[in-house]
């Protein structure tokens, strides 16, 4: 079984910084892509940012210069720094994992984390 395990959520003052990790474990062959979602009270989860196997990354607009994802292949952990936070950035961040195979052969699946509650509050 692969489980998605995150970490480094907490309390932030506004113009803050934190950092989280999502580390997959389990058997794995490989992972396609991973990213950070996040969801805020009484509003839909949203993308936030993510990253190819490959390097590529998407970002939301409104972290732009302010978060920067990046990945240990090596590790199945993707990170999310985040930077110059806003209050409009209190949410659960969610991590993802896309195309997620066990072996070369195998069918590959997507997880998720259980979430890590970020609140950006003076």
């Known amino acids: 079984q692969v489980q998605l395990v995150e970490s480094g959520g907490g309390l932030v003052q506004p113009g803050g910084s934190r950092t989280l990790s999502c580390a997959a474990s389990g058997s794995i062959f490989s992972i396609n892509a991973m990213g950070w979602y996040r969801q805020a009270r009484g509003k839909q989860r949203e993308l936030v940012a993510t990253?190819?196997?490959?390097?590529?990354?998407n970002y939301a607009n409104s972290v732009k210069g302010r978060f920067t994802i990046s990945r240990d292949n090596a590790k199945n952990t993707v990170y999310l720094q985040m930077n110059s936070l806003k209050p409009e950035d209190t949410a659960v961040y969610y991590c993802?994992?896309?195309?997620?195979?066990?072996?070369?052969?195998?069918?590959?699946?997507?997880?998720w984390g259980q979430g890590t509650q970020v609140t950006v509050s003076s």
């Open positions: 993802n994992a896309v195309g997620v195979k066990r072996t070369y052969w195998g069918q590959s699946r997507d997880y």
């Open positions: 990253m190819s196997s490959r390097g590529s990354t």
